[in-house]
């Protein structure tokens, strides 16, 4: 049997103390995992979704909130603006806007929210139809991937839209007209995947209870002609938001937005401004959770230590023994230290499977409340370092009762007893 | 086969250990007796290449102990010295059969399973061979010491007060598988002890 073989048979006849310096090693490694990949996958969908977006006017309120809401879909607006206050935005000719894309948000399906915006909102996530074709008339709407995945939806399909963003099926609009899918997108790996676009006209149409009877009409007042450009709408209407890409980084276009909250009633907020602000809010988190973790490492560090040390002095004589038959001091020393090691890498990769597996879970509830995908399947160079700090600190924790086991008096040992 | 010459050695300044000059033949039998202080253990230790002398040397087969290098000793007394200690002692997370296996190894030999059973079964030990020595009598544990000090087939074998704790009948068995044992592969045999039930066993004594 060689060294290896022997520190393994050495660590597992003391079970308990193996299994506790796994799990407090597991334990930390453990999380340190799960708080990097949780990190990556936070900041990948936050960048992923940025979109080249410069600037969003909306309602009056907290400014993170109306970015998340009209950016990355999570949480409610702050509020509506009319068609009055928002029209210089959106004329074609402003001289510092590219792109100006309406938002109309407050309705779902199943928990998965629908969207009124113009087709300029496919090219900020580089969207392209998979099957069928993008919504034009009122009432058609073209459904993200994971939508079509998650509730099984095809092209024909027709549903009534819900009140609010979350799931309560007593919010159903039953007294208005269904909605038809006519387009399915391909995957994005953005938000796009977990929307239900349609025109703004469609969102007025299910709220001023435009349900018609089809054959009942004798007003021919059909949604076969494409709509209007909101333009040319009733002033009084109103949206939710409108993304903004300029035309370039300017003076003028960067004071845009100061103007607008200074001289008008609605907000306008930069979203890298914002998202850095949200940014250094979890970061206090995340630190404080990363200096825990460590902490844990550090304990578990300790843990092997003592076990190490404390088996040594039940082990004196039989390390003594060895010496008589044989054995080198390096070799003790390779064999207290081989122990160490065994510990910091089986403890890592349990530590590994646990943080991935947790992963995992997280995932799910992510996926359930803001259908964003997240997954335990990602591994991270990082993690390869977290295996290197492993070794290293089962190699500190070893190497003091390594050297003393190399040390061993044979002679004055075995007197003794 | 094992030589002293003038050893000498002391614990701290004021005492030194003077021990006569010893020269056995391959394959005798000798006892080393004295009583409680006189230093048996040391000159024990001394013999068995686990202490160095202050002065004097150990000489066992033609090699001068003093001369080899740490590892080079170690691996000598792996292979050429067999020491039965006064208490039994293993390595704990291994079985017997284990036990015996790593002398081997750690001798430099190759780890040889029918060779340990077979010594095993000599010593009425074979069915121990996967137990764990701690669940072993002492009787038996001080078996498997020896079968350990055998397994080599080293060139010396000492044993450090091997029936002081016995009685009678137990020493008469202890003394006669030592000496078969020893007989078996021509080994030189040195039992060191206070134990003067053994005077009459011995042809070759030494006083300390």
Redesign the interface.
């Known amino acids: 049997m060689n060294l290896l073989q022997l520190s393994w048979k050495n660590l597992i006849n003391k079970p308990l103390n193996m299994t506790l310096s796994l799990v407090l090693f597991a334990l930390g490694v453990g999380l340190i995992s799960l708080l990097l990949v949780l990190n990556k996958q936070l900041q990948d969908n936050f960048d992923k979704n940025l979109a080249g977006i410069d600037l969003i006017i909306g309602a009056k309120g907290s400014p993170l909130q109306m970015i998340l809401c009209s950016m990355y879909h999570i949480d409610n607006p702050t509020g509506n603006v009319s068609i009055k206050e928002i029209k210089p935005f959106l004329n074609p000719k402003h001289p510092l806007i590219e792109k100006a894309v309406p938002m109309s948000m407050g309705d779902s399906h199943k928990g998965y929210r629908i969207v009124g915006t113009n087709h300029d909102l496919l090219e900020f996530y580089n969207a392209k139809v998979g099957e069928g074709s993008a919504w034009s008339k009122t009432m058609e709407v073209t459904i993200g991937a994971v939508v079509a995945n998650e509730l099984n939806m095809k092209i024909g399909d027709t549903f009534k839209s819900s009140h609010g963003l979350v799931r309560d099926d007593n919010l159903v609009h039953d007294d208005s007209e269904d909605l038809k899918v006519v387009g399915v997108l391909q995957p994005t790996g953005s938000v796009i995947d977990q929307l239900i676009l349609t025109n703004t006209q469609s969102i007025w149409a299910v709220h001023e209870g435009h349900a018609h009877d089809m054959e009942n009409d004798s007003l021919a007042h059909n949604h076969s002609d494409a709509p209007k450009s909101l333009l040319e709408e009733d002033e009084t209407k109103e949206i939710t938001s409108v993304l903004i890409k300029f035309k370039g980084h300017n003076y003028q276009a960067l004071n845009m937005g100061r103007s607008i909250n200074e001289n008008t009633d609605m907000q306008a907020a930069t979203p890298a401004i914002e998202l850095n602000r949200l940014h250094s809010q979890m970061d206090i988190g995340t630190k404080a959770l990363n200096m825990l973790a460590w902490i844990i490492v550090f304990v578990s560090g300790l843990s092997v230590f003592i076990s190490l040390f404390s088996s040594l002095k039940d082990r004196k004589y039989e390390l003594a023994l060895m010496r008589v038959m044989g054995a080198t001091p390096e070799k003790l020393f390779i064999l207290i230290l081989l122990e160490g090691l065994m510990l910091a890498v089986l403890g890592y990769i349990i530590g590994m499977a646990m943080g991935h597996i947790g992963m995992e879970i997280l995932a799910g509830h992510m996926r359930d409340t803001y259908r964003y995908s997240f997954s335990g399947k990602e591994f991270l160079t990082e993690e390869f370092y977290v295996l290197i700090g492993a070794l290293g600190v089962g190699l500190l924790a070893a190497i003091i009762p390594a050297f003393q086991a190399r040390n061993t008096d044979i002679s004055e040992t075995l007197s003794k007893g | 086969m094992l030589k002293t010459k003038d050893l000498q050695y002391s614990y701290d300044s004021s005492n030194a250990l003077r021990f006569p000059d010893i020269n056995c033949d391959k394959g005798a039998h000798w006892l080393l007796i004295g009583q409680s202080g006189c230093g048996k253990?040391?000159l024990l230790?001394l013999l068995?290449g686990?202490?160095t002398p202050n002065s004097g040397s150990v000489t066992i087969a033609n090699t001068n102990l003093n001369a080899l290098g740490?590892?080079k000793l170690?691996?000598f007394?792996?292979?050429n010295i067999g020491?039965i200690?006064q208490?039994s002692?293993?390595?704990?997370?291994?079985t017997v059969g284990?036990n015996l296996?790593?002398?081997q190894?750690?001798?430099?030999e190759k780890?040889d399973k029918a060779r340990t059973q077979a010594l095993l079964d000599r010593l009425n030990l074979g069915h121990k061979f996967n137990s764990k020595p701690s669940s072993l009598s002492q009787g038996e544990q001080q078996r498997v010491a020896i079968a350990?000090a055998l397994i080599n087939k080293p060139a010396v074998i000492l044993a450090d007060e091997p029936t002081s704790a016995l009685d009678d009948t137990n020493t008469d068995e202890v003394i006669k598988l030592l000496e078969e044992a020893a007989a078996e592969v021509n080994a030189t045999l040195l039992v060191v002890t206070h134990d003067n039930r053994l005077k009459e066993r011995f042809k070759n004594q030494i006083q300390l």
């Open positions: 253990t040391t230790h068995g686990l202490l740490s590892s170690d691996q007394r792996g292979k020491i200690f208490k002692h293993f390595v704990k997370a291994l284990e296996g790593l002398a190894q750690l001798a430099g780890i350990r």
